[in-house]
């Protein structure tokens, strides 16, 4: 699979990014999101490095016949009612598999907002594993894992400094993502 993955981005015109380490557990952070070609890319460019990510979505679109789709690509269903609870149910993955990586859009929609979830940080950080920080940059045509961030504790700080990293420039649709600026300069 991931040699047809690398071949099919390769026609799209996609150049790889490889990441930096390859941790057997890891929570993917993905940015900017404006696109539904932003999962279908980002699935690709997995296969194609040869690893399996999960991802989440709401769970109103896992039903008959596109859920048995969904989870058989790595879809885990989220009830977005019980925000509390997604944390404590991925923390719960990561302890009982001996390899996980879940790819999580921290804008949480395709719209623009100005503040991202903290969730995708919280999950990281209760787990103990890293954020491998991931772009799909459609002006340089470019896909993949470009660091590996280790939570210090400091979720103000550490997710102002993962968000000054991604540009509305990387977006397909950059009037829908907010840049980080940081007003306290």
């Known amino acids: 699979m991931n040699f047809i ?7 799209m015109g996609w150049k790889l990014i490889f990441p930096p380490d390859n941790p057997k557990k890891s929570v993917i952070c993905v940015a900017p999101h404006t696109s539904n070609a ?3 890319v980002g699935k690709l460019y997995y ?5 399996k990510a999960s991802f989440m979505m709401k769970k109103e679109l896992f039903f008959f016949p596109l859920g048995f789709f969904l ?6 269903p989220i009830d977005r009612s019980r ?6 149910t991925m923390v719960s993955l990561f302890q009982k598999r001996d390899v996980f990586s879940v790819a999580i859009t921290p804008e949480g929609t395709r719209k623009p907002v100005e503040v991202w979830k903290s969730g995708f940080y919280r999950i990281a950080l209760q787990a103990g594993v890293p954020i491998q920080l991931a772009r799909i940059d459609f002006a340089q ?12 504790g400091n979720e103000e700080a550490d997710v102002c400094y993962i968000r000054s990293l991604y540009s509305s420039k990387q977006a397909k649709y950059p009037q829908n993502f907010i840049e980080y ?3 306290n300069d």
Do not use: C, Q
């Open 141 to 152: 045509k470019e896909v993949g894992i470009f660091a590996t961030f280790y939570p210090t």
């Open 71 to 76: 989870k058989a690509v790595g879809g885990i």
């Open 83 to 88: 925000k509390g609870e997604v944390v404590n």
């Open 47 to 51: 296969s194609s490095i040869g690893r």
């Open 5 to 11: 993955a690398k071949g099919l981005l390769r026609i």
């Open 181 to 183: 600026t940081n007003n």
């Open 38 to 40: 932003d999962f279908f």
